[in-house]
């Protein structure tokens, strides 16, 4: 029985598979990661929405999936290997060892902060928020606080969260990912 696995690839034999148009380099970060910086020619195809008809067009290539450090894409292996390519690499490293060798990326430096950090000091600041009001005006302000952790804890273990999907459907948002993507390869559906 052939076992199939996912291999590593070095950015500098990536660089070289991608000159000669031997790979299709896909992004499996979310788009507002994306959006902020990523390496020219990769497709953002987000873990969350990855589907085979994603790839239709390209299933005759080498495929190499990039997160940020290699560890999503490591986790990710099984779904990224059902994939309908061939071959299939992670970037070892993902795009900040692709940066260290001196490869080139784009920056959108009027990309928003990403939901994760947005979502924590959207969180962080309720919390307070509540605390403040609590202490200054009526007890029952401290609620506020409470459901603030509860959804954390139920966002942690569910891994939805619907705080940061509030949060990327806010104009801010929008706004600056929308160009972005709208300029990288069209998914078909």
Known sequence: ???RTLQE?????????????KAV??????????????????????LST?????????SGKIAVFQCRTGNRTGRAADQLLSTPFDLV??????IEA??????????????????VRQTLIAAGSLV???VMLAMLVSPEFIMLSGLVGTGLVFAGLTGY????????LMPWNRRAVAPVLAQSCPRPR
């Open 9 to 21: 690839v070095h950015p500098e034999t990536l660089k070289e598979w991608l000159d000669r148009e």
């Open 25 to 46: 380099l896909i992004d499996v970060r979310e788009p507002s990661e994306y959006v902020r910086e990523h390496i020219p020619g990769s497709r953002p195809v987000p």
């Open 98 to 115: 692709w940066k260290r060798f001196g490869m080139p990326t784009q920056v959108y430096r009027n990309a928003p902060m990403d939901f």
């Open 1 to 3: 029985m052939n076992v």
């Open 128 to 130: 307070v928020l509540g």
């Open 50 to 58: 990855l589907h085979h008809a994603d790839f239709t067009e390209h």
């Open 89 to 94: 690499y992670h970037l070892a490293g993902g």
């Open 161 to 168: 969260c619907p705080m940061a999907q509030i949060l990327s």
